[in-house]
């Protein structure tokens, strides 16, 4: 069911039911690994996975795939991220540290090419690429003649002045070169410790011969594939996305809209206009039912976040023990359309169990009908990530229920 013809207002409920659908949410999942060619489709479907380096379940760009097809082999997402070059995946910054589709990574030329001449990133980085540009070309030359290379490989190991984020100048080279797109993620290893390497013997020939689009043409594809990804969203919703510049972002929305493939409309209590795609579907319902990872794609625009689902959600990992309200690793539970409960995660790898930490249910959420869905999913984590028992731990006003529906008491 796309958008209504000449339809400019859109109910909470089905704005919810558009973004559920877009990310992927809803279909049938079981116990049996998904295919590969699944793994593909999902990933660009999506346009991105954000990377981040807390192991405490999963790694976080491992994660929304279970969250949408349940078990799949995460072999399988490393392989498309790092298999020479057959890979169908790329890191960049695309929202944070991010996995791409590689068919993207043109339209990341323009982003390379600012940071090369110093603007959109990091101001220290920045710095660093005017006032070392020696250090950067020496590193370049090692790279090219011994790599693939981790930043500890470097033979210039000098603490840079200031200590920018305690990197020594061989590291903050590679990393402005990764930004400038001179050198790319060759492969991980040991503790996900990132292998450089010259992008031009990485990426894939087609891709590496594929025009430079201009920037304007860049940023507006990349805008599609976010409004697709969306459903719907904000101007702010959609560049959050990909991290447009506010200037770039709505010089792009305002062209899609000319075209008609963005459609202006008012979405029930939301205060700022919404655009939704034009091939977005409007499911009469959708029956999710999911945990997802805190850098989950579908919540890490918070504000979207509380105006759709009504959870005000916040990674909590770096609050205090004392001060946090749900957890350190909290994965937010969607159960049909809304988000239902909250659940701190562990996988304790070396016992073989899911450590249930704490549980938490959302206000105005029904118990009763979370509980069974709730345990089903934890059940399928468990199976995915090899462990062999679920322990609940007596914190959060769902546990002793939750601990009752898994046999534990």
């Known amino acids: 069911m ?75 997402l490393d392989a498309l991220a790092y298999d020479g070059r057959r890979r169908k995946l790329f890191e960049y910054w695309g929202h944070e540290a991010s996995l791409l589709p590689v068919t993207l990574q043109p339209l990341f030329r323009w982003r390379m090419a600012r940071a090369a001449a110093g603007t959109g990133i990091y101001g220290g980085l920045a710095r660093f ?34 200590g920018w984020w305690g990197w020594s100048e061989g590291k903050s080279a590679l990393e402005w070169l990764f930004w400038a797109g001179e050198v790319t993620t060759a492969t991980r290893r040991g503790a996900f410790e990132r292998i450089y390497d010259l992008t031009e013997r990485v990426l894939p ?23 697709a990804a969306h459903g719907v969203g904000t101007e702010r919703c959609l560049r959050d996305y990909f991290r447009l510049d506010p200037a770039d972002s709505k010089a792009r929305v305002a062209e899609l809209v000319e075209t008609g493939e963005l459609l202006p409309v008012m979405i029930e209590g939301w205060a700022k206009p919404a655009y939704l795609w034009h091939q977005a579907r409007i499911p009469r319902r959708v029956e999710a039912r999911a945990l997802l990872a805190p850098f989950d794609p579908l919540i890490w625009q918070r504000e979207r976040t509380e105006a759709l689902f009504g959870a ?36 304790d790898r070396q016992a073989r169990i899911l ?55």
Not at 205 to 224: G, S, Y
């Open 205 to 227: 020939k087609p891709v590496l011969a594929a025009p430079t689009p201009p920037e304007a043409d860049a940023q507006r594809e990349l805008m599609r594939v976010c409004a």
């Open 2 to 76: 796309g958008p209504k013809p000449g339809s400019n207002t859109l109910s909470l409920r089905e704005a919810r039911r558009v973004a559920l659908a877009a990310q992927g949410f809803g279909q049938p999942r079981g116990h049996d690994p998904s295919t590969r060619l699944e793994l593909v489709r999902l990933v660009q479907r999506l346009g991105v996975l954000q990377i981040d380096s807390v192991n405490i379940i999963a790694r976080a760009h491992a994660l929304p795939g279970f969250s949408r097809l349940g078990h799949y082999p995460t072999t399988d």
């Open 312 to 347: 005000r959600i916040r990674l909590e990992i770096y609050t205090p023990k004392e001060k946090r309200i749900h957890g350190y690793y909290v994965l937010p539970f969607v159960l049909g359309e809304r988000v239902v409960a909250r659940v701190d995660l562990k996988a």
């Open 355 to 409: 450590r249930v930490l704490a549980v938490h249910s959302e206000p105005d959420s029904n118990r009763g009908r979370t509980l069974e869905p709730l345990a089903a999913e934890l059940r399928l984590m468990a199976h995915w990530l090899g462990l062999e028992h679920i322990m609940v731990a007596p914190r959060g006003d769902l546990a002793t229920d939750l601990a009752d529906v898994m046999g534990q008491r």
């Open 129 to 162: 690429g005017r006032e070392r540009a020696e250090v950067i070309e020496t590193v370049r030359r090692e790279v090219a003649a011994r790599g693939p290379l981790a930043a500890s490989e470097l033979s210039i190991k000098t603490r840079g002045e200031g």
